[in-house]
Structure formats: C-alpha cells, structure tokens
C-alpha cells in the first residue's frame, strides 16, 4: 500500500491561504481515492475534502465549500488542499488519507473508518 508524508502547514492570520501537500510513496496511487482530515483539540477527526482517482470528481465539507479545493496529480503521486480566506475555526492538525477505490466515477466520502492508509499530519493555525 502507498505511505503518505503531508507539509504544507503553519501560522497564518485570519484571511490568509495555504496550500497543503501529501506526498504518496509505494503502491499506484491512481489506485486511491484521497481525503483531507482535519482535527481539533477535543474534538472529533472529520472529512475536510475527498477526490476520487481521476480527480474529476470532489466533495467538500459544508463548513469549507467555496474556501478550500482539493486536487490531485497522479503523475507526481501529489494532492493538495489549497486553502484561501482561512478562519480560526479551521485551526487544526490537518491529516491526508487514502482509501482504495479505483475505477469509480464519483467521489465517495465516508468516514475516517474507511480510510486505510494516513499521513503523520500537519499543524494549521489560524490567529485572529
């Protein structure tokens, strides 16, 4: 299976962006559907954002809709979260996943359950 290495994290002010990378080593990762976690002290991990295999296909949590867009480069084994007008409730460690579910068409998000393969996580933090 592919092993995961995110960067990209770090302190900026509120309205700022950033852009997260994972870095996938291994298996082929067009194999993959991946997603963007997020988790906060105390609180539960949840799905940020998720791309199927071709990248035609994404899903975005209500709560980063028309903020934050994931994509993906096969060719490089990359995706990325870009993040713009970051606010401090998405203050967080931020973790990249995988799920095996090529050949599908549409994006299927699920639960963190169903994500088999994680990254170690990157820490954002956004200051008012």
């Known amino acids: 299976q592919v092993q995961l290495v995110e960067s990209g994290g770090g302190l900026v002010q509120a309205g700022d962006s950033l852009r997260l990378s994972c870095v996938a080593s291994?298996?082929?990762?067009?194999?993959?559907?991946m997603g963007w976690f997020r988790q906060a002290p105390g609180k539960e991990r949840e799905l940020v954002a998720a791309?199927?295999?071709?990248?035609?296909?994404?899903y975005d949590a209500d709560s980063v809709k028309g903020r934050f867009t994931i994509s993906r480069d096969n060719a490089k084994k990359t995706a990325y979260l870009q993040m713009n007008n970051l606010k401090p409730e998405d203050t967080a460690v931020y973790y990249c996943a995988a799920r095996r579910l090529a050949l599908l068409r549409t994006v299927i998000p699920g639960t963190a359950n169903e994500y088999t393969v994680w990254g170690q996580g990157t820490q954002v933090t956004v200051s008012s």
């Open positions: 791309i199927n295999w071709t990248g035609h296909s994404t």
């Open positions: 291994g298996r082929t990762f067009s194999d993959y559907q």
